[in-house]
């Protein structure tokens, strides 16, 4: 297959073949960006303006925690936090409050560094994707073998196609095909989870399980686009 600097981190996210290769390919994004932001970049003057004015969400703040030093993850907190204090939260308000700054502080809430990285990476991800599935039969090829598609980079897909790149002609196979591997996908886990639930009738005693008794982590996976852990010996 053609690797070139957009290809390559396209095709180590498609050929391992476990789970969604979206979700993975978000993962290897938050991975990256948590390490850079505690990392080189936590120094870097043009960096801590942005992450200043925008803030973290829990997951990412979380994710930070784990994989920065706690001096790090303290000394960008401290320039956010100062921000804050000095722009927007004051100590003691004098009269009504400001409406601007209010509105401000509600906006740094739904807003974060880490996510609009993320969103900015998927985003070129998804027209290398496009692109090669264009023009890559081997790629396609990789693309038809995931193992599926979950519902959140199902809609994600299907809505930017159309608009990243890849030709009208192209367009119905490529919404043929990612169709099979989300909705072939949910076929399954609906069989699995109501034979999971058949397995509970006492008529089921001594029958096998097949593929179910993972059926409930696979189904929130697909859903939610996270991988929960099934827990040992919990039916």
């Known amino acids: 297959m053609r690797e070139d600097i ?12 476990d789970g969604c290769p979206l979700c993975r390919m978000r993962d290897m994004l938050e991975e990256r960006s948590t390490v850079y932001i505690t990392g080189a970049a936590m120094m870097e003057p043009d960096v801590r303006i942005k992450t200043n004015e925008k803030g973290f969400c829990h997951r990412h703040f979380s994710m930070m925690l784990k994989c920065g030093t706690r001096l790090s993850n303290a000394l960008i907190l401290e320039s956010h936090l100062d921000k804050l204090k000095t722009e927007f939260i004051p100590k003691d308000v004098k009269g009504k409050p400001d409406k601007k700054k209010i509105a401000a502080v509600r906006a740094m809430q739904k807003s974060c560094f880490v996510c609009e990285q993320v969103e900015w ?3 070129h ?4 994707i496009f692109s090669s599935y264009a023009t890559d039969s081997e790629f396609k090829a990789l693309y038809n073998s995931q193992q599926f598609i ?9 809505t930017a ?7 009208s002609k192209v367009l119905p196979e490529f ?6 591997l989300a909705g072939g996908y949910l076929e399954v886990l609906k069989n699995d989870i109501t034979h999971f639930c058949s397995m509970f009738d006492y008529r089921s005693k001594g029958q096998d399980w ?15 686009s996270e991988r929960i852990e099934k827990e040992d010996g919990k039916e």
């Open 6 to 17: 957009c290809t390559i981190p396209i095709n180590d996210v498609f050929l391992p073949k």
């Open 121 to 123: 990476g998927m985003g």
């Open 125 to 128: 991800m998804y027209q290398t």
């Open 150 to 158: 979950c519902m959140e980079h199902y809609a994600d897909l299907m």
């Open 161 to 167: 196609a159309a608009n990243k790149g890849i030709p």
């Open 175 to 180: 919404y043929s095909d990612t169709s099979k």
């Open 210 to 224: 097949g593929n179910s008794k993972d059926a409930i982590e696979r189904s929130i996976e697909f859903l939610t």
